[in-house]
């Protein structure tokens, strides 16, 4: 508001009404952007779930899981396999329901209201949300005219690896 009654008094009013008119276009034009990318990546994800990958993925990812959580609930472990794999590839908005459903069947062995290790820990891996492919800032970043959009893969997973560490 401040930058509006600026401008009004000491600037150019055509250039608030440019932007006033002009940013909810740019707005609505990420907004399909992302919405496109997410239905595109949930799409895949759905390819790779009955394809039998992410099967695969999870008897790979498995014999880690079991290495950091003390569960035993296999229910909960599918779940994990499925939100990491889909956060993995970037897919953070494919990634939340399992991961919901994943905090379901670890709160089956809480103690009333309170969090076990495992739901934590799980909080952590995603709060750090190790991404190989980012696809959402590549999009973006193509969006917007850059002239390398996949640059920035080995920067967000080198800052998420470190975030990961650091939190521990």
Do not use: H
């Not at 394809?51 to 229910?75: A, Q, Y």
Request: charged share 15%.
């Amino acid at each position: 508001m401040f930058s509006i009654l600026t401008q009004a008094i000491g600037g150019d009013i055509n250039k608030i009404s440019t932007v006033l008119f002009s940013a909810p276009k740019n707005a609505l034009q990420i907004f399909i952007t992302i919405a496109c990318s997410i239905i595109l990546w949930s799409g895949f994800l759905r390819v790779a779930q009955d394809s039998g990958l992410i099967e695969m993925l999870e008897r790979l990812l498995k014999p880690v899981l079991k290495l950091l959580f003390k569960t035993k609930n296999e229910e909960a472990f599918k779940w994990m396999s499925a939100n990491i794999i889909a956060n993995l590839l970037g897919l953070g908005n494919a990634a939340t329901p399992a991961g919901i459903k994943a905090m379901q069947e670890l709160s089956r062995e809480a103690y009333k209201d309170f969090a076990t290790d495992d739901m934590i820990l799980f909080v952590i891996l995603n709060t750090c949300s190790i991404q190989l492919i980012p696809t959402t800032m590549i999009l973006l970043r193509q969006e917007y005219g850059s002239k390398d959009p996949a640059a920035v893969v080995f920067p967000v997973l080198f800052v998420s690896l470190i975030g990961l560490f650091l939190e521990q």
